[in-house]
């Protein structure tokens, strides 16, 4: 390293925040996806099994607007899940253009066999922290997605890459100035 760079305020990505996250989110998705993929799903049909059985009849773009997941995206799980009979469109009441979405059956029974195994996966991610811990962990991802949020929306697709499992978006991005 130059005497000029040594003087220099040098990043260490060991200790630099938004790697360290970076690195832990895709090693997570990774792992997760795994898991899913044993099941046959995607992540991001996972997610959007996950939302609808969180609520049932959300539209599709009300996941799109729940998850930092892509229109695209959303789309091609939704049909996807549709085609594989994990789930039903409904035309809405007050719109008969937009379809609400529900778990059939299948949607239902594949929903509980891959909760437990997120569940453990979870619970082995958590090992050694303390209940109070866990709740102070989710809390400051709260307020660090929170204070992301506030960048504005220039962060939105670096945020929609990563969700979808392409965390090295966020490693190559440069935020504008």
């Known amino acids: ?3 000029s760079l040594r003087a220099k305020d040098v990043l260490k990505l060991e200790t630099f925040l938004p ?13 997760f996806s795994r898991l899913y993929e044993k ?3 995607s992540t991001s049909q996972w997610r959007v099994l996950v939302a609808i059985a969180e609520e049932p009849g959300r539209t599709a773009q009300a996941v ?3 998850t930092p997941m892509d229109k695209g995206i959303v ?6 899940l549709v085609h594989d009979n994990l789930l039903r469109r409904e035309a809405a009441r007050e719109d008969g253009r937009m379809s609400r979405l ?4 299948k949607g239902e029974e594949i929903y509980d066999r891959v909760l437990p195994e997120i569940r453990r996966l979870e ?7 303390t209940q109070a811990e866990q709740a102070k962990l989710l809390e400051k991802v709260t307020r660090l997605r929170e204070n992301l949020a506030a960048l504005g929306e220039d962060h939105k697709a670096a945020a929609t890459a990563i969700m979808a499992g392409g965390s090295s978006v966020m490693m190559q991005s440069t935020p504008k100035a």
């Open 19 to 31: 790697y360290g996250l970076s690195v832990l989110t895709h090693q997570m998705a990774t792992r």
């Open 39 to 41: 099941f046959g799903l």
């Open 102 to 105: 529900h778990l059939t059956a």
């Open 75 to 80: 789309s091609r799980a939704v049909k996807g």
């Open 123 to 129: 619970a082995r991610l958590l090992e050694g922290f």
């Open 64 to 66: 799109v607007e729940m």
């Open 1 to 3: 390293m130059s005497k």
